[in-house]
């Protein structure tokens, strides 16, 4: 019983460790886009900031009947910026951003440099507070 308890123990602390990275390598990933040029498609696309954009494909599901409706109800509510973008016909960009999976969105400040990416489906409530710390700023 001892060491079955043990294993669990260790094996919930390899898992924090691996969230911790994670979180770690997000952070990193962010800071690290705010230094370089902001490229040309995203000025055309996005004439100024603070806004959010929303990385998806024409063959996401989950986009379609998940994060869209989600995004919809932000951008109803609080009157942000919201710019789609399709993740395959901007290539350039969703490489440049580090796109794997979609949904993703990102926020940008007044300057479009990215304040906070999430990969995978987004809830509201995570958005909206997204939000406040990014016209905070």
Not at 46 to 52: E, K, N, R, S
Not at 84 to 90: G, I, L, M, N, S
Not at 92 to 100: D, H, N, S
Request: positive net charge; contains cysteine; glycine residues 6%.
């Amino acid at each position: 019983m001892l060491v079955r308890l043990f294993i669990l123990l260790a094996l919930l602390l390899i898992g924090a460790g691996v969230v911790g990275l994670w979180r770690l390598f997000l952070w990193r990933r962010v800071r690290q886009l705010a230094t370089v040029p902001v490229p040309e498609e995203l000025t055309q696309l996005v004439p100024t900031g603070p806004a959010l954009l929303y990385f998806t494909t024409k063959s996401c599901v989950q986009c379609r009947f998940q994060q869209t409706p989600i995004v919809t109800q932000l951008a109803a509510a609080t009157q942000i910026p919201v710019h789609t973008v399709d993740a395959v016909e901007h290539e350039t960009l969703a490489r440049f951003y580090g796109i794997m999976t979609v949904p993703t969105t990102i926020w940008l400040d007044k300057m479009r440099r990215p304040a906070a990416i999430n990969h995978g489906l987004t809830g509201l409530a995570l958005l909206c507070e997204q939000a406040q710390e990014v016209y905070a700023r």
